[in-house]
C-alpha cells in the first residue's frame, strides 16, 4: 500500500486543527520536546510534529524552499554556517544554535548537577568539573571539528564524527578522548583533502563566534557524558549506576531554567520570533 501524502495546503493547515498559530515539522521523536520549550519561550502557540527522520525532513525541506510550501520547519543546524550552500537558509527554517540540539541539551549542567545529587542524596556541586570537562573534550577533538566540516563542505562522503564516540574513547566506560585514536583517524583520512581545504575551514572555525563545543555532533557527545555522570556518582556514592540515553534525555531536555543567560538558547528564541512576525 503506498504511503499516504498530504498536499503542500494540507501540510500547512495542520496546525489549526490543533489551534495553534502555526504548523512546525522536526526530524525526529526526541525533537518535538525541545521544539515545544523553544516556541514556550517566544510565546508562540505551535503544532510541532516529527516527520519520521532525516530523509522524511529533507523532503519538507524541498518543499519549503523549492515549492513555496508555507509551514516551519525547525532542524539541527549541522554546522549549515559553514557550507558553501547554506541548505537551511531559509526565512521558514530555524535550526538549532549548535551542530543538533543535543549541544545545548548536554550543556545546561544544572539538571545534571541536580540529578547526581538526587543519586548521591547529598548535594554535590560538580558543575565547575563539568565545565572543565567540557573543554577539554572540545579541544580533543578539534581536528575531527575541522575534518567533519571539511568532509560536508568538500562533499568527501567520508564519515568523521559517527554515531557516537566509542571508538575515540581511551576506554568503553571512559569519558576522555583519547588523542593517539583520534590523530590515527585523522592520518587515515587526511589524503582525501587538500591542504587547502583543511587550511580554508580552520580560517572559518577562527572567525566563528560559537565556542567548539557547539560544532560538535550531538550524539557523538552522548556516551562520553553518560560515562562522565556514571563516574561522578560512583565517586560520591560508592556504587555505579546504571544510565540510559533515555534517563539522559529526560533530565537535559528542558531548556527554559536561566535561558535568558544562554546564548545558544536565546540566539534561537530571537529567531523564531522573527518566524511569528512572517506566519
Same mark, same amino acid.
Given at each position: ?11 500547512e ?6 489551534? #495553534?498559530?502555526i ?8 525533537? !518535538? ?28 525541506? #524541498? ?5 513555496? /510550501? ?12 559553514f557550507? #558553501?550552500?547554506? !541548505?537551511?537558509?531559509? !526565512? ?7 551542530? *543538533? ?7 545546561h549542567?544544572? !539538571? ?15 558543575s565547575?568539573?563539568f ?18 566540516? /571539511?568532509?560536508?563542505?568538500f ?12 571508538r ?5 566506560n571512559?569519558?576522555?578522548?583519547? *588523542? ?19 587550511d ?7 572567525k566563528?563566534?560559537?565556542?567548539l ?11 562520553a557524558?553518560?560515562?562522565l555522570?556514571?563516574h561522578?556518582?560512583?565517586?560520591h556514592n560508592?556504587s ?10 529526560s533530565?537535559t ?17 530571537e ?7 512572517? /506566519?
Open positions: 500500500m503506498a504511503e499516504l501524502e498530504y498536499s503542500n495546503e494540507a501540510l493547515a495542520k496546525g489549526l486543527f490543533y489551534n #495553534k498559530e504548523t512546525v515539522y522536526v526530524e525526529g521523536k526526541d525533537d !518535538p520536546l525541545f521544539w515545544e520549550n523553544i516556541f514556550d519561550l517566544a510565546e508562540i502557540e505551535a503544532h510541532i510534529e516529527d516527520v519520521g527522520g532525516k530523509k522524511e525532513l529533507e523532503k519538507y525541506l #524541498k518543499k519549503v524552499t523549492e515549492e513555496g /510550501a508555507d509551514f516551519f520547519i525547525a532542524a539541527d543546524n549541522d554546522n549549515g554556517e557550507m #558553501k550552500d547554506d !541548505p537551511l537558509n531559509h !526565512p521558514n527554517i530555524v535550526r538549532s544554535y549548535g551542530y *543538533s540540539i543535543e549541544n545545548s541539551m548536554y550543556g549542567l544544572v !539538571p545534571i548537577e541536580k540529578n547526581i545529587s538526587n543519586f548521591c542524596r547529598k548535594k554535590l556541586e560538580v565547575d568539573d565545565e572543565k570537562w567540557m573543554n577539554d573534550f572540545s579541544q580533543k577533538v578539534y581536528e575531527l571539528i575541522v575534518y567533519d566540516i /571539511a568532509n560536508n563542505r562533499g568527501k562522503g567520508i564519515s568523521v564524527f559517527g554515531d557516537n564516540c566509542y575515540f574513547l581511551k576506554k568503553q571512559s569519558y576522555e578522548i583519547c *588523542s593517539d585514536k583520534t590523530s590515527q583517524f585523522i592520518s587515515s583520512i587526511e589524503n582525501e583533502f587538500d591542504k587547502e581545504e583543511i580554508e575551514v580552520r580560517e572559518l572555525i577562527s566563528s563566534e560559537k565556542e563545543w557547539f560544532l560538535i555532533k550531538g550524539h557523538f557527545i552522548t556516551h557524558l553518560l560515562n555522570i556514571t561522578t556518582i560512583k565517586k560508592g555505579k549506576k546504571s544510565m540510559t540515553t533515555d534517563f539522559l534525555y533530565i531536555i528542558d531548556c527554559k531554567e536561566g535561558w535568558k543567560n544562554r546564548i545558544d538558547i536565546r540566539t534561537v528564541v529567531r523564531v520570533k522573527e518566524l511569528g512576525k512572517i /506566519a
